[in-house]
């Protein structure tokens, strides 16, 4: 397998999912859990993530045309579901939410593992995307395919550390940083999910270049 091809896929899902900016929207969906409860969101994710990528790149076309659903739909419906998540983060109903279950073992609506981290934060349209596209460039090579998702878990495994470095971030910005973070990733992750909708909408030609 050409060493560069490798290099570009590590670049180009490198980009797409970005370990290093979901690193403080982590801090945020997770704001007030206990460590033991973050390490297992961060684990829950990245393993569905991992799970739902390796899907996509190996049946992703097959998967969208049985169930007759385009890219550009997916993109579009991600977009509207991360747009919920960034209005709940604007205006903490997530987190009034995580303090009246307080009492609770576990509030299965808190836990923002399976949406909004696996997905589309992580395995999101672009991602799953682009694994559909490197794994479409290694031409039926069952070799080149496996390289693809061996890089993809590589990338997912940064992700998973830098949300286990959440903790040392959420202690950096302290309450008050970490309210005013999350007001401004929510107002940001609204923002990507417009783009998100923007974008399926263009690739459909509803909207012009």
């Known amino acids: 397998m050409d060493t560069g091809f490798l290099i570009a896929a590590f670049v ?5 999912i970005d370990p290093i ?4 929207i982590f801090v945020a969906l997770t704001q007030g859990a206990a460590p033991r409860l973050r ?13 739902l990528l390796a899907a996509f790149g190996l049946f992703g076309e097959e ?15 991600g977009g509207i579901l991360l747009f919920l998540t ?10 009034r ?3 009246g279950s307080a009492g609770s073992a576990e509030d299965p609506s808190a836990d ?9 934060l992580i395995a999101g349209p672009g991602a799953m995307a682009s694994m559909i596209l490197l794994t479409g460039q290694a031409q039926g090579d069952w070799l080149g395919i496996a390289a693809v998702h061996l890089v993809m878990v590589v990338v997912v495994a940064l992700v998973f550390v830098m949300f286990l470095a959440a903790g040392l971030i959420e ?12 007001r401004l990733l929510g107002l940001l992750l609204a923002a990507l999910s417009v783009q998100f909708v923007l974008d399926g909408a263009r690739t459909l030609g509803l909207l012009g270049s």
């Not at 297992?40 to 993530?49: E, G, M, P």
């Not at 709940?88 to 997530?94: C, N, V």
């Not at 923002?112 to 589309?120: G, H, N, R, T």
């Open 86 to 95: 960034a209005l709940d983060m604007l205006f903490e109903r997530r987190t």
């Open 39 to 51: 390490r297992a969101i961060a684990l829950r994710a990245c393993v569905i993530s991992v799970l």
């Open 21 to 24: 900016g979901l690193a403080p």
């Open 171 to 182: 202690r950096a910005l302290g309450r008050i940083g970490t309210v005013v973070v999350t």
């Open 63 to 77: 998967i969208l045309g049985f169930i007759g659903i385009s890219m550009p739909a997916f993109q579009i419906a």
């Open 97 to 99: 939410r995580r303090e």
């Open 112 to 120: 923002p593992s399976v949406f909004p981290l696996a997905m589309p």
């Open 12 to 16: 180009t899902l490198f980009v797409v």
